[in-house]
């Protein structure tokens, strides 16, 4: 498994507003996108691509398009639904296909309620969205599904991540014949005793869509 921790500054000024508890859920909703328009590009850096040639008003030039088949994006239900708009706006073509999955609070295990993807991925590339790595199980879960359908490259965007969660899902992981990359915002220092990212951000999904305070 591969890790990558965008650096820039646009990137640690929108995290930082996200943090912030007393940032609303709209705005937190809006930083959220933001913020994986940024991550996506350096996320697709290895997207497939095919020559294409076309008619410039002057002359010819030979550039590349996307490939067939098309990225297939993959947002875990419910928080990952929150970054769907920040990557579609820098892939709109890419198809999307959908995973609900829930930790089990006590157990911190993690069950798919909800599944909405086509039934062979050989030959895709695809894109998981889930803004929080905590204990690595809803991550590692997904890109198992996934690499189970046929999927032959996956690509984890995640805002922030726990380092015994990364380390977890690297060996939960370990052995898988498709290449995995995890692109992060930031690294953070650690889980709590009740499985929560230290400073992290509190409960992603509430804060997009739940729960007044
Ligand atoms: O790395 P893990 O320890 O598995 O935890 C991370 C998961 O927990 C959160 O989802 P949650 O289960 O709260 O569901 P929600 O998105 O519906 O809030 C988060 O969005 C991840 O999917
Ligand atoms: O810190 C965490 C851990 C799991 N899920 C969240 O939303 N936040
Ligand atoms: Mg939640």
């Known amino acids: 498994m591969d890790l990558r921790i965008v ?3 646009l990137v640690s000024h929108k995290l930082t507003v996200l943090r912030d508890r007393t940032t609303d ?12 328009t940024l991550l996506a590009y350096e996320a697709t850096r290895e997207v497939r691509v095919s020559e294409q040639t076309v008619q410039t008003p002057l002359a010819t030039a030979v550039g590349v398009r996307l490939s067939s088949p098309r990225p297939l994006v993959v947002p875990i239900l419910r928080a990952g639904l ?12 890419a198809e999307v ?34 803004p929080m790595l905590a204990t690595g199980g ?7 599904f996934l690499a189970a359908r046929g ?30 990359t995890v692109v992060l915002a930031g690294m953070d220092e650690k889980l709590n005793e009740v499985g929560y990212i230290i400073p992290g951000l509190g409960d992603a999904g509430d804060r997009l869509y739940g729960v007044a305070d």
């Not at 929150?82 to 073509?93: H, W």
């Not at 911190?108 to 894109?127: F, H, N």
């Not at 809803?138 to 198992?144: H, I, S, W």
């Open 7 to 9: 650096e820039h500054p």
């Open 25 to 36: 859920s709209p705005t937190f909703r809006r930083l959220t996108e933001e913020l994986v």
């Open 82 to 93: 929150g970054m769907l708009e920040g990557m579609t706006r820098l892939v709109p073509t």
């Open 97 to 130: 296909g959908f995973l609900g999955m829930v930790r089990n609070e006590e157990t911190l295990e993690a069950a798919t309620y909800a599944e909405r993807l086509p039934e062979d991925l050989s030959g895709r590339q695809c894109y998981v969205l889930d």
């Open 138 to 144: 809803t991550l590692a879960a997904a890109v198992k």
């Open 151 to 180: 999927a032959d490259h996956i690509t984890c965007i995640c805002l922030i991540a726990a380092p015994e969660g990364v380390e977890r899902l690297r060996g939960l992981l370990e052995g898988l014949a498709v290449p995995c």
